[in-house]
């Protein structure tokens, strides 16, 4: 029967975790654990077990249990040392062991008799192979986190080294606020994208599975990559954890400061550049920073802060169109369009649209032009000539004809610029040897302006038209955690977790600048936000941009309870954790409108636009936009809970065999939105509001939280149980077999986005006659602004138009982790792994099409479903395609044709299935080296998408993120040379100090390319597609036969290979060509640095970073697989390389 402190804990952990605090984090920390023995082999019980830590002075102590074993849990990453005492025997000591993040250090110790030697230190390094657990992984320890050459200096890319992991796409920049390029990996063939990354044990991920928060490398004491998850206290991913662990203060200062640059002269060129001719672009990157650490009460209190900021400056030019001095006057006299054979000008002719009129005899419409082609003030609108006077003059001549391209960027014009600043502040709380406190805050910003054409260096001009200035990325990431030894066999961990990610979009210079100011009537100003709006006008730079809005704001809030508990052989370990996530969304869209000015309304023919007459600033000037609209958009509010319960238990069964079992219950609460503005969906046999003779029309869409319908988007799951197994067998002291299985549960944030009726868009009424202005520019919308009406059209939504929802049946996605492998420490510090690692997903989450034709009425043909046939729908559905009196038979043959296409999005009949063969040799600190190198061989399928609507499943082929090699070096090394090292100790001063300290660091990366996509608008014929000499501009074979016999894109004597797929068939071939692949990936990142002592405990290092050394294109994207393109099979020119060309960045640093 469990003891009533245990009743009052576990019920306390349910507690919390079913409670609403929001949480998500897991435990980071590493352990120590041994075994006190005599002389003769045989274990002490009750000795005495004291852990001082090397950076805080804090000691804990315990007592060995009655097999001896002793363990010490909850140590943050450091060096400790190890003293054993018990009565009748001496003292025993490791000193300078190890703690890794998220790792056991095994440290057994040997008590000699007292009296034969007086204490017994050792100073040798913790086992290799670790016999403790079953989890695989691998960790980037402190030497190669910080002398790594790193892209853009983002300790991310780390993980790109670990066996099992595969980069799948590009990222040509990777600086700290590039999120997505932080996550663009699989781990074990999971989908890219769902593996957990954290800081400190929080959770450092957007709602969109991308990387929020990335700390600065000053900042990171250890990375970690965990690659298959044995331990029930993990989960919710697919693939596998990355965390990383920041630095704390010790009882000695230390810190950085550093500076880095990055300068066009010192890049180079990329390939198309040099392909096309082009020169190399001009870029300028400055980084610089700095950390300090250390005691703020000795012993008791430490500090750590860390701050680091990025500055990048890109020219950004441009050409565009104002109009001239005459024109903003309204004065086209001397407008041109062109020159006629002798050179002479040709007038623009402006016409006057209120003189619209149908000519009775040649019954077309024709208009009177303005006289002298002027048109008079009394006609122009007042808030065109108020914008027109905010733009500025033509800067250069122009076209001397028309005077377009008249202003371009020059001395004072802005540049594309990138400001980041990321800071880092930690706390450390030694309460007392049997309580610690430890607080980290960090924070990062992002703002980038870019596309300014009216601003200056000086001035921002309100008429702007830049979308996307200024462009924020703003994140919070906190963890608060506290750690209790109740006993020395019990210990308490709370730990609390906040991320905060902010995107902000659109544009800031219009915002606030007064409507009525500009001539805007009070109608139209009463009903909008107060932002200029969007004017654009054909052929020339326009004015006003987007209002800024934020999409999101993704918050997750964190908490985690876990009681650890030492029980003979068993190392118990069970707890809770819940994590609140809420993302909330203001898009406001065009919220003050948005009108296009072309040439129709001035032009001579009110119907068609032509190259001789009309100008789209004089129809702004008349206020006669050809078209306009605002928008009215519902912002979003979004809420999904994770809840999760583990119990794990580390048995030490022998001295030889470890076993390890777990189990976890996950429960994710459905979505839900604040206002509702979700669908929740559809009902396929709920009759249609809309009546047609002759058709039943079943179907529409079910809103959330309206009429008893539950809030949630998704049916609750609570069946999401994972159990974990594994064991780690000691064969001999160097070798130890391991395994393990798991079950794992993956995350998802599903937002189908708002339903339809909580936007609202309202049209202008430009003209009822026939190229006769209605309302203008000054009132545009005098019978008022429609309002969003929410869940009230039911079943009527979207009719005549497509529609998406989310399947509310689907099911959290699962994933089968298993592996066995062999572990062999070899000399020279190296330890060596072999093993077999699988996985199987499924409940991936796929999208069906549901409302299409069948496959019967398919094979009909296209003739007969292309057929134009009378419309049932003609008149019922104004505005949308469904509205004319005729229309295709098909879709008279669909479902639910009072719809176009039905996306049924998050549907659980997905999946993948991946096999490798991995190996790691790792190289542990020593005689100046550390390295790791990893080899996967691997395959994985993957069924996410389907062949054809019509199909039952989807189809099963090479998944498209498959990779079927992958090496990666991973290394730093202290040359041998100078002071102190095996050459040239004793080398005279000058030449010592020249040749002392040197290091060299590298990270390589070779990985086959990712399989081809099956080309579209063609079909096999049967012939195989790859070619014996692949080339950038034929990587695969293209000889295609045409549907007249023809053809086309082949060399000489070749077959085709494909042929012109007809319309409406199906497709019986597999959408991937596992045979041919994208090509390889290959890159080498070095860094070459000496490092120079200034005085005792300080250091200077200066450094050449050397980012893609051998220049190597990659090109993830690879070749255009649309056969009707012209560049179909060709790379070259077609897409930029995926990573960046060489860059050498040059580093100069201080350390203390």
Not at 551 to 575: E, K, V
């Amino acid at each position: 029967m469990l003891s009533r402190f245990m009743r009052t804990t576990l019920l306390l952990l349910a507690c919390l975790v079913l409670s609403q605090v929001s949480l998500w984090s897991q435990d980071f920390r590493g352990t120590i654990s041994g075994k006190v023995t005599d002389s003769n082999g045989y274990a002490i019980p009750d000795a005495d077990v004291a852990i001082h830590s090397q950076q805080d002075a804090g000691t804990q102590t315990i007592k060995t249990d009655e097999n001896g074993i002793y363990k010490v849990p909850f140590l943050n990453s450091g060096n400790y040392d190890i003293t054993v005492t018990k009565s009748g025997f001496n003292v025993a000591k490791s000193v300078n062991v190890v703690v890794s993040l998220a790792q056991t250090t095994q440290v057994d110790l040997t008590l000699s008799p007292a009296g034969l030697n007086q204490e017994v230190v050792v100073s040798a390094a913790p086992e290799l192979i670790d016999t403790q657990s079953s989890d695989r992984g691998m960790t980037i320890e402190h030497t190669r986190v910080e002398n790594a050459p790193l892209q853009g200096q983002n300790i991310f890319a780390q993980a790109w080294s670990a066996p099992g992991v595969a980069v799948t796409s590009g990222a040509q920049r990777l600086r700290p606020f590039d999120t997505a390029g932080s996550t663009n990996m699989s781990i074990n063939g999971s989908q890219p994208g769902g593996n957990q990354v954290l800081v400190d044990g929080t959770s450092a991920l957007s709602q969109s599975s991308t990387v929020a928060y990335v700390p600065p490398v000053s900042a990171t004491e250890e990375f970690r990559v965990q690659t298959s998850v044995y331990d029930a206290q993990y989960g919710w991913t697919s693939g596998g954890v990355v965390n990383v662990v920041t630095k704390s203060g010790t009882n000695r200062f230390h810190g950085s400061a550093y500076e880095m640059l990055q300068n066009t002269v010192l890049n180079a060129n990329t390939y198309n550049s040099n392909y096309t001719g082009q020169p190399r672009g001009a870029s300028h990157i400055n980084t610089f920073g700095g950390s300090i650490g250390g005691p703020i009460l000795k012993n008791r209190i430490f500090g750590f802060f860390a701050y680091e900021e990025l500055r990048q400056f890109i020219p950004d030019p441009f050409t565009t169109s104002v109009p001239t001095a005459l024109e903003r006057s309204g004065d086209f006299s001397q407008s041109y369009y062109g020159t006629d054979g002798s050179g002479k000008k040709l007038l623009r002719t402006i016409y006057n649209p209120y003189t619209t009129r149908l000519d009775p005899v040649t019954k077309k419409y024709v208009r009177d032009p303005f006289p002298g082609n002027v048109i008079p003030k009394s006609m122009m609108s007042q808030v065109a000539q108020n914008v027109l006077a905010g733009l500025p003059t033509g800067n250069v001549p122009g076209n001397s004809v028309t005077n377009l391209n008249n202003l371009v960027n020059g001395p004072g014009s802005r540049k594309f610029s990138d400001l980041f600043a990321n800071w880092v502040v930690r706390g450390d709380y030694v309460i007392s040897p049997e309580t610690r406190l430890f607080a980290r805050y960090s924070r990062n910003k992002l703002t980038e302006a870019r596309g300014f054409i009216y601003s200056t260096t000086n001035t921002v001009n309100p008429f702007d038209t830049t979308k996307n200035s200024q462009y924020n990325r703003e994140n919070h990431n906190a963890t608060l955690q506290f750690t209790h030894v109740i006993n020395a066999k019990m210990t308490f961990d709370l730990r609390a977790g906040f991320e905060r990610f902010l995107l902000r979009n659109g544009a800031f210079q219009g915002l606030k600048y007064g409507l009525p100011k500009l001539g805007f009537s009070d109608t139209f100003a009463g009903q909008v936000p107060d932002n200029i709006p969007v004017m654009n006008m054909a052929g020339y730079g326009g004015a006003g941009a987007q209002p800024q809005g934020v999409s999101p704001i993704s918050q997750g809030n964190a908490f985690q309870g876990l009681l650890y508990m030492q029980q003979g052989r068993h190392t118990l370990r069970m707890g809770g954790e819940v994590y609140l996530n809420r993302v909330y969304s203001i898009d406001p869209g065009f919220s003050s409108g948005n009108f296009t000015f072309n040439t129709i309304f001035t032009g001579s023919d009110p119907n068609a636009a032509n190259s001789f007459s009309g100008s789209s600033i004089a129809s702004f000037l008349l206020g006669a936009p050809q078209s306009g609209y605002v928008d009215v958009n519902t912002s979003s509010a979004r809420q999904q809970m994770l809840n999760s319960l583990f119990i794990q238990d580390d048995i030490h069964i022998s001295d030889r065999l470890t076993m390890n079992a777990g189990l976890r219950w996950d429960v994710m609460t459905p979505l839900t939105d604040r206002h509702n503005a979700l669908a929740r969906g559809f009902d396929y046999n709920a009759a249609s509001p809309l009546s047609v003779p002759g058709l039943t029309l079943k179907g529409g869409l079910i809103y959330a939280g309206v009429n008893g319908v539950p809030r949630g988007i998704f049916n609750p799951d609570w069946n999401n149980f994972g159990p974990r197994v594994g064991a780690a067998y000691r064969v001999n002291d160097k070798t130890v077999v391991r395994g393990g299985y798991g079950l794992v549960y993956s995350q998802t944030f599903d937002d189908p986005g708002n339903a339809p009726g909580f936007s609202q868009q309202t049209a202008m009424v430009t003209s009822v006659v026939t190229g006769i202005p209605l309302n203008t520019l000054d009132n545009p919308f005098p019978n008022g602004i429609q309002k969003p009406v929410g869940a009230a059209l039911g079943l009527s939504a979207n009719l005549g138009q497509n529609l998406t929802f989310a399947d509310p049946n689907r099911r959290v996605p699962w994933t089968q982790q298993y592996s066995v492998e062999v572990q062999r420490e070899m000399p020279g510090q190296m330890l060596f792994t072999l093993g077999y690692v699988g996985s199987h997903t499924a409940g991936l989450e796929v999208t069906r099409s549901i409302n299409e034709v069948s496959a019967s009425d398919l094979a009909k043909g296209t003739a007969y479903l292309s057929a134009s046939v009378q419309n049932p729908f003609a008149g019922l559905l104004p505005g949308t395609s469904l509205n004319a009196a005729t229309v295709q038979r098909r879709q008279l043959l669909r479902p639910y044709p009072q719809f176009l296409t039905i996306s049924r999005m998050a549907e659980s009949s997905g999946g993948s299935t991946y096999n490798g063969m991995q190996a790691l040799l790792q190289k542990r600190m020593s005689n100046g080296a550390s390295a790791t190198l990893s080899y996967t061989y691997s395959k994985t399928l993957g069924e996410t998408s389907f062949a054809n609507a019509q199909d039952a499943n989807p189809e099963k082929v090479v998944a498209a993120w498959d990779v079927a090699h992958s090496i990666q070096i991973n290394a730093v090394y202290n040359l041998p040379f100078g002071r102190g090292q095996q050459w040239g100790s004793n080398s005279p001063v000058v030449v010592r100090a020249l040749i002392s300290g040197w290091r060299v660091s590298g990270l390589a990366r070779i990985q086959s390319g990712m399989p081809l996509t099956t080309p579209t608008g063609v079909i096999p014929t049967g012939a195989s597609a790859k070619l014996g000499n692949p080339t950038l501009t034929r990587w695969f074979d293209t000889c295609t036969r045409l549907s007249t016999g023809a053809l086309q894109n082949c060399q000489p004597g070749e077959s085709p290979v494909w042929a012109t797929r007809p319309s409406d068939t199906l497709q019986t071939w597999s959408t991937r060509l596992s045979y041919v692949r994208n090509p390889p990936i290959r890159n080498l990142d070095a860094s070459i640095m000496q490092v120079t002592p200034i005085r005792e405990g300080f250091t200077f290092t200066l450094r050449a970073d050397f980012l893609n050394l051998t220049n190597t294109p990659q090109w993830y994207k690879g070749p255009v697989t649309d056969a009707t393109n012209s560049n179909f099979g060709a790379i070259a020119g077609t897409t930029d390389q995926s990573n960046l060309p060489r860059v050498i960045q040059i580093v100069g640093k201080f350390n203390f």
